[in-house]
């Protein structure tokens, strides 16, 4: 999964992502884990939203994805906001180069891209070995159920004033996996629409798979929160998006 041609538009087909609600979810809980430090990587970073928002609020970012593109992307977009950000690109299987983090961060159901166990854990595993002790780690995923009834199986339009896409949504061998086919339409300067497609691949697990493979990785404690909300701790069913804290 590249984003190769999607991080041009990205953002604008998908404004709509709660990156304040998610952000303040975030700094409650850097403050009831006592993450005092400034350290914190955002992996999966895509176009920096997350980046910019938690270097705004005083922490030292380092931003990572595997696109090229979308981090072309979200410098430009520090250098707008006036914001020094690290911005490296790298397979988070072959995590590497950091050390002694305060925070792991990633949002916007990056870790439904890692679609086989054995490369969960080793994501995991990695993460953990790059926090310092006590440091956490903070993801989402899409919950099965969520996508089952909402996703599999169906086809979405969006239109802006310079973009379009057309996104069916194929579902997978296994419960929680499917495929996105994109179809996006550009407006260029000479007013003409340039197509390009992308092709995805997802899959989310249970809870408890989830649990485990922190676990194995190293992590002990483990919660769980419905829809970024503090006040829906183990409070997962009916949720189209479930978040993990798990500390070292």
Not at 18 to 39: C, M, S, V
Not at 154 to 164: D, L
Not at 210 to 237: P, R, T, V
């Amino acid at each position: 999964m590249m984003y190769q041609h999607m991080s041009y538009v990205y953002d604008e087909l998908i404004g709509e992502a709660p990156y304040d609600e998610w952000l303040q979810f975030t700094l409650a809980l850097f403050r009831k884990h006592q993450i005092n430090g400034k350290q914190v990587v955002d992996v999966g970073a895509g176009t920096g939203e997350m980046s910019v928002r938690l270097a705004k609020s005083g922490y030292d970012i380092v931003g990572i994805d595997y696109s090229e593109d979308m981090l072309l992307t979200a410098e430009e977009k520090a250098k707008k906001h006036n914001i020094k950000i690290q911005w490296i690109q790298q397979d988070l299987l072959q995590l590497d180069g950091l050390e002694n983090l305060d925070a792991v961060v990633s949002y916007l159901d990056v870790m439904n891209y890692i679609v086989e166990e054995s490369d969960l854990k080793r994501v995991f595993r990695n993460i953990y070995q790059v926090l310092k002790e006590e440091g956490i780690f903070l993801f989402d995923i899409h919950a099965i159920d969520f996508i089952m009834d909402y996703y599999v199986g169906e086809t979405f339009t969006n239109m802006t004033e310079n973009a379009a896409y057309i996104w069916s949504c194929i579902p997978g061998q296994y419960p929680g996996e499917m495929y996105h086919d994109l179809t996006f339409f550009v407006k260029e300067k000479n007013e003409l629409y340039r197509k390009f497609t992308e092709y995805h691949h997802q899959r989310t697990y249970s809870t408890e798979i989830y649990k485990y493979l922190l676990k194995e990785a190293g992590f002990q404690n483990i919660e769980i929160y419905g829809d970024a909300s503090l006040e829906m701790e183990n409070c997962i069913e009916d949720v189209p998006r479930i978040f993990f804290l798990a500390r070292k």
